[in-house]
């Protein structure tokens, strides 16, 4: 279990505060469950938060109240934390917690329901307090780790590692996808791992050309590029990592498009420091494909954050137009730049339809002198 100190939730109830008075909110209803687990140290299924100035109250339903003592126990207490028992149902709790309040009241936009919303505004009527959808006010936040996530985020990525060691150790042509998302996923486990990250993606030949092929009945021939890219949750902090192998010796195309696309990776790695924009990351490994004529076969962005979600902030890709905000709503927009203490992948790919793909995955840490590689293992063509 993680040990966030009570320090270290104190930090981010304070940084939490001053988000919500930075946009003009009184309190705000956290509904995502990462972030949830954020403010308070509480690892659930089910649960709701309400933050403001002077409180930090949890709604938690009876499954949960001795989850919640025990956590409580075996951690540092989360400071300033009141549970309270959702008796019925989480959205009678709400509109009641919420009507016992005025000002402006931010919910998560992207994580409350339009039915709830609609039963919350009838609940309480006209004079209680205004409810205003917010975007990125805990996720901003949580785009800078603080000491205790970053030791969590560099022991799994170690052990994803030697996850990966071990079974790029034992690859071979006869063996199917689906045995090899099996090993990954055993090895996983054996490393201490709560559960995969997301599907195991094991994709050899002509598959691998599709970014997110998962693991089928296919068995691996002479002649293949195998893309092995899986990740791992420990601590609910997930890693994820991409790693090449040629089934014999790769022929002179194949060879090419490997080069290619780690000399793109070795690029988006030199251009990462604190400061630097996200796009100038993607721009990095982007330029180099496209030098090789292989621009076009970059089908995604350079890399995404990694934390209490295996995609989160910040987004290293190509520019985009700034999301439409409605006039009445509040939000944090995504970090444009690099700040120490970000953590994100850099997993350049190239693809050519019916012949196979590559892409190279590493997870970083942005530090004060530019960065640190958080995945150990070689990233050469393994021919197997
Ligand atoms: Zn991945
Ligand atoms: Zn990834």
């Known amino acids: 279990m993680t040990t966030y100190t009570t320090e270290l939730l104190s930090e981010r109830h304070a940084r939490a505060r001053s988000t919500l008075r930075s946009v003009g909110l009184d309190a705000l209803v956290v509904s995502h469950l990462p972030n949830v687990r954020y403010l308070t140290g509480f690892e659930s299924t089910a649960g709701l938060v309400l933050i403001s100035g002077d409180e930090l109250v949890l709604l938690v339903d009876g499954r949960y109240l001795v989850a919640v003592d025990q956590q409580q126990a075996g951690m540092a207490r989360c400071p300033g934390l009141t549970v309270r028992l959702v008796e019925r149902t989480y959205e009678e709790a709400l509109a009641n917690l919420i009507s016992e309040r005025t000002g402006s ?3 998560e936009a992207a994580h409350m329901t ?16 205004r409810l205003v959808p917010s975007e ?39 063996r199917s996808e689906q045995e090899v998302a099996r090993g990954i996923e055993a090895g996983l486990g054996r490393m201490g791992f709560a559960k995969p990250a997301f599907d195991t993606i094991v994709a050899s030949g002509p598959g691998s050309a599709l970014p997110h092929a998962r693991a089928g009945d296919r068995r691996l021939a002479h002649g293949d590029l195998v893309v092995l890219d899986f990740g791992g949750v420990l601590d609910g902090y997930a890693v994820d990592l991409t790693r090449v192998a040629s089934i014999g010796d790769p022929v002179s195309e194949a060879r090419q498009l490997f080069d290619a696309v780690l000399a793109a990776h070795a690029a988006a790695v030199a251009s990462v420091r604190p400061g630097e924009a996200t796009v100038a990351v993607d721009a990095a490994a982007r330029t180099v494909l496209e030098e090789r004529g292989f621009g076009k076969n970059f089908v995604h962005g350079t890399g995404h954050g990694l934390g209490l979600e295996v995609h ?7 520019p985009r137009p700034p999301l439409p905000v409605p006039a009445d709503w509040v939000r944090v927009p995504e970090p444009e730049r690099l700040e120490a203490g970000m953590v994100f992948t850099i ?11 590559v892409r190279i995955e ?3 840490l942005v530090t004060a002198e530019g960065l640190e590689i958080l995945t150990t293992v070689g990233r050469d063509l393994r021919v197997c």
């Open 136 to 174: 990125g006010m805990i996720e901003s936040l949580r785009v800078v780790k603080d000491t205790a996530e970053l030791a969590v985020l560099r022991d799994a990525a170690r052990r994803l590692s030697d996850v990966a060691e071990a079974v790029l150790a034992d690859l071979g042509a006869g």
């Open 347 to 357: 997993e350049p790919g190239a693809y050519v339809p019916g012949f196979g793909g």
């Open 114 to 129: 339009v039915a709830t919303h609609a039963r919350l505004a009838h609940a309480h009527g006209s004079s209680s307090p």
């Open 105 to 107: 009241i931010g919910f």
């Open 362 to 364: 590493d997870d970083v």
């Open 312 to 318: 989160e902030g910040p987004r290293v890709g190509l």
